[in-house]
């Protein structure tokens, strides 16, 4: 049952789930200022997202119901979640003006960590690896959403409008032509 290819529930696959109930039980964390919790457990979601993709070429598991999952853990752990923990903490206290024009770059990143996730799964054969990706993966954005909460945290950069304007920056270069190296 766990190495059967064609169950949805195989171990690959639980991976994949285990990721996804990580991002969704983070974003709970995030909307209780809990953002400790959620770093942890979006650290986990990554954790599980390197070994999904391990467990399934190392025992055959690849299949299309997989890439998908994985693309939908991908928009919940390192798209979404990201989003809240740095919007509600660069927001916490800001003016219902300034929640506003945030709250639509932090759409504009969602929308296109989404429109990247569609467009590798198009081109993606199951199973295989390239050498490169173009534009920046969304657990990569999630990384560099990451570092800028912890540069607001920090006061490095605490203005919510430079951040915003940063998140844009990423934003775009997830749908860039920018050349990633596979790990």
Excluded at 36 to 59: E, S
Excluded at 121 to 132: D, H, L, Q
């Amino acid at each position: 049952m766990l190495f059967d290819k064609n169950n949805r529930f195989n171990l690959a696959n639980l991976i994949t789930f285990g990721n996804i109930a990580s991002g969704v039980v983070a974003i709970h964390f995030i909307l209780n200022g809990e953002y400790l919790i959620a770093i942890v457990l979006a650290w986990i979601a990554g954790g599980l997202d390197i070994l999904d993709g391990k467990v399934a070429r190392r025992f055959k598991l690849s299949t299309e119901f997989g890439v998908q999952l994985d693309s939908y853990a991908d928009f919940i752990s390192f798209v979404v979640m990201p989003s809240f923990l740095l919007y509600y903490a660069i927001t916490e206290g800001a003016s219902d003006f300034t929640k506003i024009i945030v709250g639509v770059i932090f759409l504009i990143y969602i929308i296109s960590g989404l429109r990247r996730l569609i467009e590798f799964n198009i081109k993606v054969e199951v199973g295989e690896a390239e050498k490169y990706f173009t534009g920046v993966p969304t657990p990569l954005g999630a990384i560099l959403l990451w570092l800028l909460y912890l540069t607001f945290s920090y006061n490095l950069i605490p203005n919510p409008y430079i951040i915003s304007t940063l998140v844009l920056l990423i934003a775009w270069s997830l749908n860039s032509r920018i050349k990633i190296p596979h790990p």
